[in-house]
């Protein structure tokens, strides 16, 4: 089991604190949050991480020590970030995939999931965010981008070797077809759903926050000081 962490974006919407660090290392609740995610994995047995860089990419050189091993992105600033999963997609399979902007309040991975797994959480009032549709059995049978109060994606999920697979396969061709630009990894799946086995893990709406904007930043703060 491996984790790949994206964390190749610039975070202009969290200028000026990003005007010199990545914002997947600012620090909130006294750690940077990608080092928050990092010893969350480590506790559940994860030991092979690699984190997928851009912007500042300099910053990161620090977590060699750690051993963790570092890709750049040479074009974080050109695509969006299926572009960064194709650059390490041999790598998918038994692995997590996680947004490095994302704090985790809590440590909700598991270790070894069963299924492929996309971490949960139903958040109110949100605008445009990434809605996943599922059964009684919680597999997931649709994605759609809609605002209001849903089961929306955290940032976090896993992948086995068989839905990576398909999905490799499926990165391959957009790429190659040049089409990509405007497109997020998580297009992929959306579009090859009926040939994944894709389930839903719920999880408290305060175990994780989507951190993009200063508002966003500041609201995080005030949760942990109440």
Known sequence: MKAILLAA?????????????????IVVNG???????????RVIGVKDIFVVTGYL?????????QGITLIHNPFYDKYNNIYTMYLVKDLLGDSYVIDADAYLHR????????????FSGCKENVKEEWRLHFDDNNKVLDITVESGT???MSGISYWTRQDAD????????????????????D??????????????????NNDWFEIDSLDELHSVQNFITK
């Open 107 to 118: 440590n909700f991975l598991i270790n070894r999931p069963q299924t492929s797994l996309y």
């Open 150 to 152: 849903h089961y929306i």
């Open 187 to 204: 297009d992929i799946v959306k579009n090859n759903l009926k040939k994944l086995n894709v389930y839903i893990c719920k999880i408290n």
């Open 31 to 41: 750690q940077p949050l990608l080092e928050r995610q990092i010893d969350y994995l």
């Open 166 to 185: 398909i999905i490799v396969k499926e990165l391959n061709k957009t790429i190659e077809a040049g089409s990509f630009t405007d497109l997020y990894w």
């Open 9 to 25: 974006g610039m975070g202009t919407r969290l200028r000026p604190l990003t005007l010199t660090t990545p914002k997947s290392l």
């Open 57 to 65: 990419s300099q910053e990161f050189d620090y977590l060699k020590d």
